[in-house]
Every structure is written in C-alpha cells, then in structure tokens.
C-alpha cells in the first residue's frame, strides 16, 4: 500500500519560511516523480514544482520567482519543499505526489498517488 506523508506545514508571518517533507513508502521511490500541488479555498489546484524520478530536472510555477525549492532524497524516500518570502494569497493546502511517469511535469494526470496534504497559513 503506496503511503505519502506530508509534515512541515503550519502559521508563519508573510515574509517568512517553511519546509515540507513528504515521506513515501509502498513504492520504489527512485523510480517515480515527485511533486508538490496546492488547493486555495474556491481554487483549482496547482502544481507548485515537481522533481523528476532521479533529481535531475524539476519543474516550477511561473509565480514562485525562484523563492521555493524543491529537492528528494532518495535514501530516505523523502521529497522537501524549502518555501522562503511566503506571501498571504499563498495560504493553502499543499500536498505531494507521485507519478510513474517520471518525468517533472505540472500535469496532475501524471500522479498516480497522492498525499492527504498539510496546511500552510501565512498571515499578514
């Protein structure tokens, strides 16, 4: 039974900083690509950034400006997401997922497992 377990959300100010792990178990880790979605009350979810299945290539929203980070360990079947300058309007749930496909793509069709999500609050 493939497992994924986000930690790390929480409360920070705007400004502020937070880093996600999310811990799998179930599959062969290395093998899948990872990533990082978020859901706004009353919005779509989106991709925040996505690695693929050996760390080479990532992908991130145009929005982030180089201010989120997005890296795995695949030793310790874990993928991280350093979150730095967090705004307010960021404030959602956010969740990671794994897709076979491998590759770093936005596409939520490529994920097959999927994480329950931790919050994020920034407050202004």
């Known amino acids: 039974q493939v497992q994924l377990a986000e930690s790390g959300g929480g409360l920070v100010q705007a400004g502020g900083s937070l880093r996600l792990s999310c811990a799998a178990s179930g599959l062969t880790f290395s093998k899948y690509a990872m990533a990082w979605f978020r859901q706004a009350p009353g919005k779509e979810r989106e991709c925040v950034a996505a690695?693929?299945?050996?760390?080479?290539?990532?992908y991130y929203a145009d929005s982030l400006k180089g201010r989120f980070t997005i890296s795995r360990d695949n030793a310790k079947n874990t993928v991280y997401l350093q979150m730095n300058s967090l705004k307010p309007e960021e404030t959602a749930v956010y969740c990671c997922a794994a897709g076979a496909y491998g590759g770093a793509v936005p596409n939520r069709e490529r994920y097959n497992y999927w994480g329950q999500g931790t919050q994020v609050t920034v407050s202004s």
């Open positions: 690695t693929s299945w050996g760390g080479g290539f990532t």
